[in-house]
């Protein structure tokens, strides 16, 4: 992620973010964005503006670091398996919470054992997204990423009904 400290203020982090973030929003062509390590802070929103997203198995993405959040929460680091899986920031559970679009699988030990393999899962990945997203102008490009953006975090809860008689 982003270096969160004053020296990165000082040399305009917030507003190269911002300006990725703009400038993404306002492409006309497929954006696919894969997560091969781990993403987080500034740096995971800076690539969330994306037609698809797609994390590799074992990959992680998360607006801030386990240690980080952690060490807001318990005041410290030591705590940071206990955030990190508050957070919910694998593969799995993003796919699950509708945050990412799929998850490319990995051979066994991880992408490292097998850089081949890996990459033509990506490939196909790619193909794949890019046949889905063939068919939308550039206008219609742009809106299905700030719609996907704009739902991300949105939940509904449905409401308790009883149906037993008084």
Same mark, same amino acid.
């Given at each position: 992620?982003?270096?969160?400290?004053?020296?990165?203020?000082?040399?305009?982090?917030?507003?190269?973010?911002?300006?990725n973030i703009r400038e993404m929003a306002r492409l006309r062509v497929p954006v696919i964005s894969i997560v091969t390590g781990e993403a987080s802070s500034g740096?995971?929103?800076?690539? $969330?503006?994306?037609?698809?997203?797609?994390? #590799?198995?074992?990959?992680?993405?998360?607006?801030?670091?386990?240690? $980080?959040?952690? !060490?807001?929460?318990?005041?410290?680091?030591?705590?940071? !398996?206990?955030?990190?899986?508050?957070?919910?920031?694998?593969?799995?559970?993003?796919?699950?919470? $509708?945050?990412?679009? $799929? #998850?490319?699988?990995?051979?066994?030990?991880?992408a490292h054992y097998d850089p081949d393999y890996a990459g033509r899962q990506m490939a196909q990945t790619i193909q794949m997204a890019l046949a889905e997203l063939s068919g939308l102008d550039g206008n219609a490009l742009v809106q299905d990423r700030y719609h996907k953006f704009r739902s991300i975090g949105t939940f509904f809860e449905e409401?308790?009904?009883?149906?037993? !008689?008084?």
């Open positions: 992620g982003a270096y969160p400290g004053i020296d990165g203020e000082q040399h305009g982090i917030g507003h190269a973010i911002a300006f740096g995971a929103l800076g690539i $969330g503006i994306a037609n698809r997203i797609y994390l #590799m198995e074992h990959a992680l993405y998360t607006v801030i670091s386990p240690e $980080g959040c952690a !060490s807001i929460l318990w005041r410290s680091a030591e705590y940071a !398996s206990q955030a990190a899986k508050a957070l919910k920031i694998t593969a799995k559970d993003l796919l699950e919470n $509708g945050i990412i679009d $799929g #998850m490319i699988t990995e051979p066994t030990g991880g409401a308790s009904v009883s149906t037993a !008689s008084v």
